[in-house]
Each structure stands twice: as structure tokens, then as C-alpha cells.
């Protein structure tokens, strides 16, 4: 079984440009996370979905906005791209359940210059 | 924040020794669990201990909870070479899946 996907792999941007990323959930999970990992630091949360509704959210600034579609398959968009955007961005994706454990994708690392 | 915060920030040994790594945290649990990661690419999920357990064993994995003091332990047994990553503890789970990660622990395993 294929595990969580994610696309692009790296992407360069410039300031104020906007950004889409995508990510795939193992097959039948219907939780996906977003998360943000710059370098030297551990992943901080930005986003939770489940069964397409917005679950929770990290102390991100309003450019950051995230969508989950039938599929399960989730889109999260930042906007008004600064340099200090430029990170690992996670996604990973959980089976039923509260707490239970993470699976990642191989992440996507976003420059801005 | 519940955050963790994993001690120490970088660890080197030899292959063959153990390992110990630890995390401690602000706030009540649902579970903490532990995760690797290689060369800054995705995490790749270790252990899982519930608040309502003192100890956990996964192959050459020791990991250990004292929820009064709010830290945790992760203990490598016997490490090797392919054990060199960085690892983190990840609190949370009492608003569903939202996880706080620490800085985590660079480890790195001379052959």
C-alpha cells in the first residue's frame, strides 16, 4: 500500500509570490495534519482535517489557509510568500481515532527568495 | 504549550552502546509518542505510550513515562550505525490529533 504522498518535492518561490502544496493520505485514513519544520527545529502544527472539516489550528497568520476534499486528499495554500516561510512542510495522516499515531510524507522543502 | 523539549540537543557514542535521549513537557497528556527523522525528510513514527502506562518495549526500544514529573525517556539499546537520525517527542492528543514536537535530539552513531 502506497503511503502519504506529497508534491512538489522542492519548489523555489519569491516574496509575495503564493504557494500550493498537496498531499495524499494513506488509503483509508481520513485525517490529514499539516505541519511546518524549519531547519534545526522540530515540525510545529499548522492544520488538522478530518472528514473534509478544519479540526484544529496552529498559531499560523491568516496567508496560511488548507482545504480537504472527498478524496481525503487535502491542498494547503500559503499566500504572500516571506523568506521566513521557506521550511519542510509535513503532511501526515492518521486512521481513526484522537492521538493516535502519525504517519508522514517525505515532506516538501519550500525555498523563498 | 505542551511542547516537549528533548535533552540532550546532540548525542555521539559508538556503535554497540546505549543510547538515551529525554523529553519533558508542560501540560497533561493523552499519550507521547516518539519519532525519527533522517536527513531532515519525513517522520517516521517509534512509540507510542499512553499517560496511563509507566513503560514500553519495542524491539530495541525502551521508552518510559512519569507523568508527575512530565518527562519521558527513549533508551537504544545495543545502537548502530543506521541508528544516526534526530529524534523527537511529540505531546498531545487531547484535541484530537494536534501533536507538539520538541527541538529534538541529534544523535549520531560512530562505527
Known amino acids: 500500500d502506497a503511503g502519504v504522498t506529497q508534491s512538489p518535492t522542492h519548489l523555489i518561490k519569491t516574496r509575495g509570490q503564493q504557494v500550493t502544496l498537496r498531499c495524499s493520505p494513506i488509503?483509508?485514513?481520513?485525517?490529514v495534519s499539516w505541519y511546518q519544520q524549519v531547519l534545526g527545529q522540530g515540525p510545529q502544527f499548522i492544520f488538522q482535517?478530518?472528514?473534509?472539516?478544519?479540526?484544529g489550528r496552529g498559531n499560523f497568520p491568516d496567508r496560511f489557509s488548507a482545504r480537504q476534499f472527498p478524496n481525503y486528499s487535502s491542498e494547503l495554500n500559503v499566500n504572500a510568500l516571506l523568506l521566513g516561510d521557506s521550511a519542510l512542510y509535513l503532511c501526515?495522516?492518521?486512521?481513526?481515532?484522537?492521538?493516535?499515531?502519525?504517519?508522514f510524507g517525505s515532506g516538501t522543502q519550500l525555498s523563498v527568495l | 504549550s505542551q511542547q516537549g523539549e528533548e535533552d540532550p540537543q546532540a548525542l555521539s557514542i559508538q556503535e554497540g552502546e546505549n543510547a538515551t535521549m529525554n523529553c519533558s513537557y508542560k501540560?497533561?497528556?493523552?499519550?507521547l509518542q516518539w519519532y525519527r527523522q533522517n536527513s531532515g525528510r519525513g517522520l517516521v513514527h517509534l512509540i507510542l505510550?499512553?499517560?496511563?502506562?509507566r513503560e514500553k518495549h519495542s524491539g530495541r526500544l525502551r521508552v518510559t513515562l512519569d507523568t508527575s514529573k512530565k518527562s519521558s525517556s527513549l533508551l537504544i539499546t545495543a545502537s548502530r550505525a543506521a541508528d544516526t537520525a534526530s529524534y523527537f517527542c511529540?505531546?498531545?492528543?487531547?484535541?484530537?490529533?494536534?501533536?507538539?514536537f520538541g527541538s529534538g535530539t541529534k544523535l549520531n552513531v560512530k562505527p
Open positions: 505510550i499512553r499517560s496511563n502506562e
Open positions: 501540560t497533561s497528556i493523552n499519550n
Open positions: 488509503s483509508g485514513h481520513k485525517s
Open positions: 501526515a495522516s492518521t486512521g481513526q481515532g484522537v492521538g493516535e499515531k502519525l504517519f
Open positions: 482535517y478530518y472528514e473534509k472539516e478544519e479540526r
Open positions: 511529540a505531546t498531545g492528543g487531547n484535541n484530537f490529533n494536534k501533536f507538539y
